[in-house]
């Protein structure tokens, strides 16, 4: 799970530390770097979870080394805190790999890739055109994260009168008064990055449905976060007031907070995709079900489906296996077992690879596919960006809030540093 909530929640911000690498040691080759040909070694970064473990990786590119006689894939753990901190590391030691997963382009990371547009493969892969940078292909992944879910306790809705999950927001917090008087705490939050990621998965329907270029708005100051995301910064205050969320949720790490909403403490849990796996793993003694965030009272419903791109691959420019390299990203992103394994593994989704899932899991694909549109979420990607660092400034000030700033202070807070990075 880790894995995935640095990729919604601050993968962006890796961009900035290659700023300074990209000057250092080897740095890139645009020569065509097919020297080596269809065979040898091709060197490829990726994330360690405990689930997505090197183990798991070298079986994952077994068929393909053994459709491709003399290619050895060599999978590379990171050696700083992620593949965010080790990719620089390398690039400044002139040892970049040939393949890397998990980050996504960006306008630092794009002279540094090779670009992907003219390979006809890549128009059928999820995400694809969202993820294009000034409309160039860098970046294809195997499948989806549908960010703005709510996964809730269905044994406590009854128990609480409530016959449907709310529709928007109004609804959502009136049902949070009668879940606190059923004895559950409505809403499960923790410290950490939980805090602010939740407040931005569940504004992603309303603010996509009043602004659907909201971050092309906010980059040409049209609009400001804070002006757009002050009424949910009040009725967040309001809940933190009221007992529908922990006032000591700092405190929480997301491991006990997610052990006390499945062992039936708590109602509700705003989380990402990711969170089927860990959820049906622990086996609830109660029926889990999930359903879209709420939108604003008056808005439609369902609305735009925050969505991040799982499981990211780009080949660097500077490789010297460029064919082989491509090939080998193509396979992981189109070919049928390769790519179920993937989204297997990591509690990932695509449209067209529902048959293996379970009842939560389709659920949540249905949730998907019946979302009017698919947007960006926190820092963004592709052309939907907001400056790096912003998941995590944003993550402070929300967290503010349950130490007695006010909801007027965190919008101020926020616009300040978007201020301070124009």
Known sequence: MARSVRRSFGVVAAAAILVGAAGC????????????????????????TPNLTKGYWEELVKPFEEANPGVDVKIEAPTGQGVKDTLPQLLAAGNAPDVVETLMVDKTLAPQMLELTDQAWTKDTPLVEQAALD??????????QAQSLVFYNKDAFAKAGISEPPKNLDELTAAMGKLKAAGYLPLQTAGDYVTG????????????????????????????????????????????????????????????????????????????????RTAESQKPTFDLGVFAAPTEAGQPYPGPQ???????????????????????????????KAV?????????????????????????????????KHVAQGEGYGANTLPGGFNGEWNKAVQSLYTGKSAADVAKRIDSWMGSKS
């Open 340 to 372: 179920q394994s993937q989204l297997k593994q990591d509690g990932n989704f695509r449209k067209g690879f529902a048959d293996e899932l379970t009842p939560l899991g389709k659920q949540v694909q249905d949730i998907l596919d019946q979302a009017p």
């Open 25 to 48: 040691g080897g740095g890139f080759s645009d020569d065509g770097g097919s020297a080596g040909g269809p065979t040898g070694e091709v060197r490829m970064l990726v994330n360690i």
């Open 306 to 336: 925050g969505v991040t791109m799982a499981a990211p691959y780009m080949v660097l420019k500077s490789t010297k296996q460029r064919d082989l390299a491509v090939k080998l990203v193509q396979w992981m992103v189109t070919d049928e």
């Open 197 to 276: 990621l939740q407040l931005l998965q569940l504004s992603d329907p309303s603010i996509a449905t009043k602004h659907p270029d909201w971050y092309q708005q906010v980059n040409s100051k049209q609009l400001t976060v804070g002006q757009t995301m002050l009424p949910l910064l009040e009725r967040y205050e309001s809940w933190i007031k009221n007992g529908y969320v922990d006032k000591n949720a700092l405190g929480l790490d997301d491991v006990n907070a997610q052990t006390s909403f499945l062992t039936g403490k708590s109602a509700m849990y705003i989380m990402g995709s990711w969170f089927v």
């Open 135 to 144: 409309s160039k292909v860098y970046t294809v992944g195997v499948g989806q």
